[in-house]
């Protein structure tokens, strides 16, 4: 079974920067992609960013580009979100996701973390 443990949520005031971790651990044969999502109260879990983890290739929802940057370090099996100029509509349990292969889904799922940007 694969693990995903995210850390590094909180609260923080609009234009503020965070920055979350989400380490893979377990029996992990490959990764192709991770990824991070999030949910907002009373909205549906949507796409934030995800890279391809042999090239480092990132791609991004509309609403945080130029804002936010995916990054991994293969060897630690830890994918990172940095979150800059923070805005309230940020707000949301954020998910981090990894696809084992290519052609599959997001098979595994961490716990989830909550970050909350207020004054």
């Known amino acids: 079974q694969v693990q995903l443990v995210e850390s590094g949520g909180g609260l923080v005031q609009p234009g503020g920067s965070l920055r979350l971790s989400c380490a893979a651990s377990?029996?992990?044969?490959?990764?192709?992609?991770m990824g991070w999502f999030r949910q907002a109260p009373g909205k549906e879990r949507e796409f934030v960013a995800q890279i391809w983890w042999s090239a480092g290739t990132t791609s991004y929802a509309d609403s945080v580009k130029g804002r936010f940057t995916i990054s991994r370090d293969n060897a630690k099996n830890t994918v990172y979100l940095q979150m800059n100029s923070l805005k309230a509509s940020d707000t949301a349990v954020y998910y981090c996701?990894?696809?084992?292969?290519?052609?599959?889904?997001?098979?595994?799922w961490g716990q989830g973390i909550q970050v909350t940007v207020s004054p």
């Open positions: 377990g029996r992990i044969f490959s990764i192709y992609y």
């Open positions: 996701g990894l696809v084992p292969n290519l052609g599959g889904r997001y098979d595994y």
